[in-house]
């Protein structure tokens, strides 16, 4: 453990106050778990410090290397995937006093903000000139993390990579890093709107990389009008083949702005009210009622001519994969509907039941069913068993979407745990590595950079050395996010 009487912390607090760093154990445990990493081994960093500006964040780094002190970035903790451990203690880096809206700017549609920004908070900004963030969940554009860790810096800093212009970070050596456009020195005031520019995309650089290449500390996103028309369309499936076809018909018609689907286990824990949720009977009832998929596409519209024309052109790619429309209402209809745009209530209902890792595949939308086959089988072997608010037995809920321009598709199964029953996490245990071994052999990738720790020996081997390479160049006292990728660096 840290002490106040250490170098780091001494000069730490200097830098950012010293009510924004600390050694206590009660202030370091939040940003070091998740609902995961209760049933992993925890590590625990010596410090958390706080820092309000990028210069106090490259003063930092700074300090870092003349101590030799490992850094852990964090950027507003919503973490899910146990990838904020800080395996070498040091101090663990939050960002969530970095929290400005810098511009919004309506003739380059983008907003340049900083990664404690919250998507609600960007939503509402945006929403004032005719603009919002592209919503989670397939589209156009979606994509993987831009986050300091996977997934760890909320909604605005870690998700929708295809949507950052440019960004700019502190390298791990101290220096400022900028891309796109904005590497001119002086074209970050007057045009960081272009992002390929100068030879390579380098926000591509700081994709899922869990922190190891520096410390995002501003980023230029892209933003969407938000037109007359904005209509979830809702179609039921009967089973997973459907789902995909029709999930990939309405995909390539290119003109929805976000599309989704879930099996009915997760959309009836989206769906419920608190109430619901809790009773039993009632929460059976919900499940019972409910297609074995929804899928959700949302269609973006000048006029209700042009809305009618979407209509039709969904409805006929529904009707060749066995699809019907359909509407719901009430409870149902109003917290399905507050899927769209990020809501918190939708998060929040999301995350409500046991928790869970968010195990995922990346494949060929042909390939979405053998997963699926493949995930159940290895629960079967394991006799892992699930169970939902009306007390039966469940497969994993399932959440799924296009993925980067849809090449791929993306399935999330949400393997729960209990954290007060050994057998479960011991069964939970079991099940992860299977799991990514199987579905790694199956043909499926993986976003984040946190699999590299296993993975490595199977990768080319020019791949993992150009990586190293230039960790190495530019983090050569190894204090940036150590062992998080290489367990070795």
């Not at 549609?109 to 397939?138: D, M, N, S």
Request: glycine content about 8%.
């Amino acid at each position: 453990m840290g002490s106040p009487q250490d170098d780091f912390y001494k000069e730490a607090a200097k830098i950012v106050g010293e009510e924004y760093v600390s050694v206590e154990r009660e202030d370091i445990i939040p940003y070091c778990r998740d609902e995961v990493s209760q049933a992993l081994k925890a590590y625990d960093s010596d410090y958390v410090v706080v820092p309000g500006t990028a210069e106090e964040v490259q003063e930092i780094v700074k300090l870092a290397n003349k101590t030799k002190t490992p850094l852990y970035p964090y950027s507003y903790g919503t973490n899910l995937s146990g990838a904020t451990s800080p395996r070498k203690g040091g101090a663990v880096v939050v960002l969530r006093r970095l929290n400005r809206i810098i511009k919004i700017d309506q003739e380059t549609r983008t907003a340049t903000i900083e990664p404690g920004v919250t998507w609600g908070k960007l939503i509402y900004e945006a929403k004032q000139v005719g603009l919002e963030p592209l919503p989670l969940g397939g589209g156009p554009h979606t994509g993987g993390p831009i986050g300091n860790f996977n997934l760890g810096g909320g909604s605005t800093g870690a998700m929708d990579m295809n949507d950052v212009v440019s960004l700019e970070a502190v390298l791990p050596n101290g220096e400022i890093f900028r891309t796109g456009s904005a590497a001119f020195q002086g074209m970050e005031q007057t045009n960081p709107y272009f992002r390929i520019a100068w030879g390579p995309n380098m926000n591509e650089l700081f994709r899922g990389s869990m922190g190891i290449f520096g410390i995002v500390t501003k980023m230029i996103r892209r933003l969407v009008p938000v037109r007359a028309i904005e209509e979830p369309i809702q179609v039921a499936f009967p089973d997973i083949e459907s789902v995909v076809g029709g999930m990939k018909d309405i995909t390539q018609l290119g003109i929805c702005k976000q599309i989704v689907a879930t099996n009915k286990y997760q959309t009836a824990a989206i769906a419920a009210t608190s109430d619901v949720f809790h009773n039993q009977e009632e929460f059976a009832k919900l499940e019972d009622s409910l297609p074995e998929f929804l899928l959700m596409a949302k269609i973006s519209c000048h006029n209700e001519k042009q809305a009618e024309v979407y209509r039709e052109l969904i409805n006929e790619a529904i009707s060749k994969n066995n699809g019907k429309l359909i509407t719901f209402e009430g409870y149902v209809k109003e917290n399905l509907d507050m899927l769209w745009g990020g809501s918190s209530v939708a998060a929040i209902h999301y995350l409500r039941h046991e928790p869970h890792l968010m195990a995922f595949v990346y494949v060929p939308p042909h390939m979405v069913p053998g997963a699926q086959k493949l995930a159940h089988e290895l629960l079967a072997k394991l006799d892992y068993k699930m169970t939902s608010s009306s007390g039966r037995e469940i497969p994993p809920r399932i959440w799924l979407a296009p993925w980067e321009r849809t090449e791929c598709f993306m399935m999330e199964y949400d393997i729960e745990f209990n954290p007060e029953d050994q057998d479960s996490i011991d069964k939970f245990r079991k099940f992860m590595p299977m799991y990514f071994q199987e579905t790694m052999k199956y043909g499926s990738a993986q976003a984040s950079a946190g699999f590299f720790r296993q993975m490595e020996p199977g990768l080319l081997p020019s791949y993992s050395k150009l990586l190293r390479d230039i960790k190495k160049s530019i983090d050569p006292n190894d204090i940036m996010a150590p062992s998080q990728v290489f367990k070795d660096l």
